[in-house]
């Protein structure tokens, strides 16, 4: 397997087509505002090379018989399930920003189990077409990223009701030797840093979608593929600051690497293909994708909590009011947001299905709980956390005023607060809140998984059943029928 330096090289050595502020980045290795997202990717494969942490980082695969990154393992038990939800705490708890992985990991669990019902029914090749990807990805120790939510348009017309045929990825041309695809994906994150991109549908498709049903994989710096990042709160932070102001000083200032991500008319090879008109494929791509994202979050969410406690302690503790009652309740409550998320998730795993390609997928109704929690409760904390900070979590000068010659002093003099905590202490951990509650990824991670009505007709669909009204008729001796 790679290390974090290894991963970076490769990349540096594909130069992506890839626009930032308006600018085309011919070095997006060393940017200021993808660097941290840059280092963040970097940590998922040295986590993988730490014996402390192998048991969850690192599984071993069915497919090459040796150990790969958790991020490229197939989920063929429910321990994968377990250890995938485990490691995403983990994770948040050393870094408290996007993994990247996650929904290269959902695409390729989704697209094993999808290609091989496919294959199953009609005959084709898909799935040994992927399977021999998937080696691949796996022997190399590839960063696979998704490309998932297509740009829309007219939310309440299909893909090929649309004036515009483009804003759903779809197929232009086809080729003896393969297709050229146009359009385009929101939200891709990190797909500008990734090795390769597995793109699949993002809604379920009729008989007239057939150029829009539509599962590849393309290595990131194919011709015609654009990337234009997002544009974020801390951009401007992350272009001046040093240190301090960054607030989680490795790892925080875009939420990973995001961006639009546009086909210009991409050629793709057949053996790259692994789903090509078959529409009746997509609905389960992405019911099996959503659950798996809105898993992942049920450990992401948690672990970033655990650092808001955290942080929250520690504050308590710069303003001299550790053992606070309205402190430690806060602190509490906090505590029991977190693993009420957590719990779901874990829950979900619990109760999983197994598809016939032997991939294993958490519960969709408990995962969606477990996401809908993870959206209001992650919000409830924040605000908690920046309840036991204070004011100063978002009217702090800046790092440059601290060190300046002519007023650092007053900063120093003013901003202290219990002995015998350093000044410069307090103003990180005040930056560190600031980064959590005000950068993007407190707002970014909204829409991981879906939208909260996407969470309300799962649960919906799953909870309001006929079985529950016979349950009541039975209490009351009424057959029902």
């Known amino acids: 397997m790679k290390t974090g330096a290894e991963y970076i090289a490769d990349i540096r050595k594909i130069e992506p087509c890839v626009y930032i502020l308006g600018e085309r980045v011919k070095n997006v290795v060393d940017h200021p505002i993808v660097r941290p997202t840059l280092n963040a990717t970097a940590y998922t494969f040295d986590i993988a090379q730490d014996p402390k942490y192998s048991n969850v980082a690192t599984a071993t695969s069915n497919l090459i018989g040796d150990r790969v990154n958790r991020f490229n393992h197939l989920l063929l038990s429910q321990d994968d399930l377990y250890n995938r939800v485990e490691f995403m705490r983990l994770w948040q708890n050393q870094v408290a920003a996007c993994a990247v992985r996650c929904t290269g990991s959902a695409a390729i669990n989704g697209l094993y189990a999808s290609t091989y019902d496919v294959d199953k029914k009609r005959g084709t090749e898909y799935h040994k077409r992927f399977v021999e990807f998937l080696k691949n990805v796996q022997k190399n120790d590839l960063f696979v990223c998704s490309g998932m939510i297509d740009v829309k348009g007219n939310r309440s017309l299909g893909p090929s009701e649309q004036a515009d045929p483009d804003l759903y990825v779809r197929v232009v041309e086809r080729r003896k030797d393969g297709v050229v695809v146009r359009g385009a994906k929101a939200h891709q994150t990190g797909a500008a840093l990734s090795h390769e991109i597995l793109v699949v549908p993002s809604r379920v498709l009729t008989e007239k979608d057939k150029d829009y049903a539509i599962a590849f994989a393309i290595p990131n710096g194919t011709k015609g593929l654009i990337y234009i990042f997002q544009h974020s709160l801390l951009d401007s932070r992350a272009l001046v600051a040093k240190d301090i102001d960054l607030g989680n000083i490795k790892y ?6 995001t961006a639009l991500m546009v086909f210009d008319d991409v050629f793709i090879p057949n053996e790259r293909i692994f789903l090509n008109g078959e529409v009746e494929s997509s609905q389960t791509i992405m019911r099996n994708f959503a659950s798996l994202a809105r898993m992942w979050e049920g450990g992401c969410r948690p672990g970033v909590m655990d650092v808001l406690i955290g942080a929250g302690m520690a504050i308590a503790e710069y303003n001299g009011i550790p053992k606070a009652s309205h402190v430690l309740e806060k602190l509490t409550e906090i505590g029991y947001l977190g693993e009420a998320i957590f719990g779901s998730a874990i829950a979900g795993c619990k109760y999983c299905w197994v598809s016939p390609s032997g991939v294993h997928f958490p519960d969709p109704k408990l995962c969606s709980v477990s996401k809908l929690q993870a959206i209001h409760n992650f919000y409830e904390a924040l605000k ?52 959590l509650a005000a950068g993007p990824d407190s707002c970014a991670l909204h829409h991981g998984g879906g939208p909260m009505e996407a969470q309300r007709i799962t649960i919906r669909q799953r909870t309001i059943t006929e079985e529950k009204k016979k349950l009541a008729w039975a209490l009351i001796g009424v057959d029902g029928k």
């Open 252 to 257: 925080a200032s875009s939420f990973g690497g």
């Open 384 to 435: 908690l956390t920046l309840d036991i900070g204070g004011g100063l979590a978002m009217t702090m000068p800046s790092e440059r005023d601290f060190k300046s010659p002519e007023v650092g002093k007053y900063m120093e003099k003013y901003l202290k607060g219990a002995d015998p905590f350093p000044t410069e202490q307090r103003i990180r951990m005040f930056r560190l809140i600031e980064t």
